[in-house]
């Protein structure tokens, strides 16, 4: 979507319509939209068509240079609101453009009529919002929707905001290209995202500073990646490794590392998840699906940061050749894990990824996964659950998700629990002694095991990556949450530092 910036009234707009924020008792916008339409606000405001309502939408026509020129009065209140506000007004808007087909739109920014200008991110999350809720996913539809909404210009009277928008909009389109990518990839049906496939798709978009490595299944043996080959092994599509090494900072060897759960379907294995919780287990790649978008966006913004990720893909199948339970498995870093439900796969094949990431010392490990279902029980479907094994790296991301309106909740990692997991006959065992209780955080406690006190942070994605219910922001099905969190989690603590 082109996004443009002027300085110039709403009255000179040349888009098919214009939005207007106002608020109660707002005395005028004269110099923001021309006099004619500040009239005919002051007019339609003042009847009971227009009644201040929570994030009340109303729209009229006016005639300018003997068109007919559609006006949109957005209600705001009179102080800023935190960016989810904007974030759901853009989303709610996005509905009205699709209905109604509208290609283009000028906006007068939110910024403008706030007294205190000191923050630039009102029109940007109003702009986000409505990314979010243009989003659909066409493949299979036998008749598409064939309308592409255009242009979004800004109108303001604030320098300081037309430079950050003239600087940033493209950073905007190129984070929703991944964003949208990783919604297209979590929809995708198992059948057509093979470990294979997803290894293969992301090995296309390798380049000269972003080298992919993609490991079959002999050679995940070959490193001893055996929890990654045991899971993966009852699928005829077997599994991949893949390793992406993005080099934005040449002058270190200083680094993040990124690991997500790339499980391409989760049946249970011979642990079969009834009807009711299997359906939607195409999108237990939804960790893997994030950290290759984040990856790929600040390739794609060219940050000056160096970001190796490592993404394990399986299919955990039911079957004759699947691993079962009782089974004792050595793990890359040698621990044995004896396997009480092979419907806890997620944490086997994070256990192996983990290791390997902290090998090259990495400044920070973070990892993606839709873990448990007992994360979505705990907070629901609009809030992933926070884990770290440092409470500044749980601090910096908290703060960061309330900007963003991507709700995430720190849960414990009680020690008292950890002998929960240790095995009688083997080191550990995967799922919990004591059945029923925390099961997120006994996930998390497992992972912590491979993490050997390296600064890490783990989100369990389980609820908000696929939405049942249409969310405010997200829309419904494969929301891309996550992508932004993390991305701007990185530029903030970890770009150009050494
Ligand atoms: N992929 C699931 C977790 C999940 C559940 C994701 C619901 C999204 C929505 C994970 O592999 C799993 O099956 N976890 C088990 C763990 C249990 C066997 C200890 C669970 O949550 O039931
Ligand atoms: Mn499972
Ligand atoms: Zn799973």
Redesign the pocket.
């Known amino acids: 979507m082109k996004i443009s910036c002027r300085k110039k009234t709403a009255f000179n707009s040349r888009k098919e319509a214009i939005i207007i924020p106002v608020y109660k008792n707002i005395e005028t916008l004269k110099t923001l939209t021309g006099k004619r339409i500040d009239d005919e606000i002051a007019s339609i405001i003042s009847s009971d068509y227009f009644n201040f309502e929570d994030k009340e939408i109303k729209s009229f026509y006016i005639e300018v240079k003997k068109k007919l020129k559609r006006i949109f009065l957005v209600s705001i209140p009179k102080d800023p609101e935190d960016s989810r506000f904007y974030l759901e007004l853009g989303a709610r808007f996005s509905k009205i453009v699709r209905q109604d087909r509208l290609t283009s739109f000028s906006i007068i920014s939110f910024e403008d009529l706030y007294m205190e200008k000191k923050e630039l991110s009102y029109t940007k999350s109003f702009i986000e919002g409505l990314f979010f809720g243009l989003y659909k996913y066409e493949r299979y539809k036998g008749k598409k929707e064939n309308f592409n909404f255009e242009e979004v210009e800004v109108i303001t009277a604030f320098t300081r905001l037309k430079k950050y928008v003239d600087t940033e909009a493209e950073n905007w389109n190129t984070a929703f290209e991944n964003i949208y990518m990783a919604r297209d990839l979590i929809n995708t049906p198992a059948m057509d995202l093979t470990p294979e496939i997803f290894a293969g798709f992301i090995k296309e978009h390798e380049s000269e500073n972003f080298s992919v490595e993609v490991l079959d299944d002999k050679q995940i043996v070959e490193r001893g990646l055996n929890l990654v080959k045991t899971v993966g092994m009852g699928s005829a599509n077997p599994p991949r490794f893949v390793t992406i090494d993005y080099k934005g900072d040449p002058t270190t060897e200083k680094h993040v590392a990124l690991v997500g759960k790339g499980?391409t379907f989760?049946s249970?294995g011979t642990?079969l998840k009834p009807t009711g919780?299997i359906e939607?287990?195409k999108t237990?790649m939804s960790g893997a699906a994030t950290v290759f978008a984040v990856a790929k966006l600040i390739r794609d913004v060219g940050m000056k940061i160096n970001v190796k990720t490592y993404i394990p893909l399986v299919e955990n199948t039911i079957g004759g050749c699947a691993y079962r339970p009782g089974d004792v498995l050595t793990s890359a870093e040698g621990k044995t894990i004896e396997v009480l439900?092979t419907?806890?796969?997620?944490r086997l094949i994070l256990a192996d990824a983990l290791y390997t990431a902290r090998l090259t010392d990495p400044e920070v490990i973070v990892d993606v996964a839709?873990?448990?279902?007992?994360c979505?029980v705990a907070l629901g479907s609009h809030c992933a659950g926070l884990f770290s094994n440092r409470k500044f790296l749980a601090k910096n991301i908290t703060d960061i998700s309330d900007d963003l309106g991507e709700d995430i909740w720190e849960l414990p990692m009680l020690k008292a629990y950890e002998k929960r997991i240790k095995s009688d006959i083997a080191d550990l065992r995967n799922?919990s002694k004591q059945k029923g209780e925390a099961?997120s955080t006994i996930a998390a406690l497992f992972l912590k095991e491979f993490v050997d006190n390296w600064p890490w942070i783990h989100l369990d994605i389980?609820g908000p990556a696929y939405l049942e219910e249409e969310h405010p922001i997200f829309g419904k099905h494969a929301s891309g949450f996550g992508v932004r969190l993390i991305y701007t989690f990185l530029e903030k603590y970890y770009k150009e530092q050494h």
Do not use: K, Y
């Open positions: 499980v989760d249970g642990n919780s939607t287990m237990d439900n419907d806890a796969e997620g839709t873990l448990t279902g007992a979505v799922i099961g389980a």
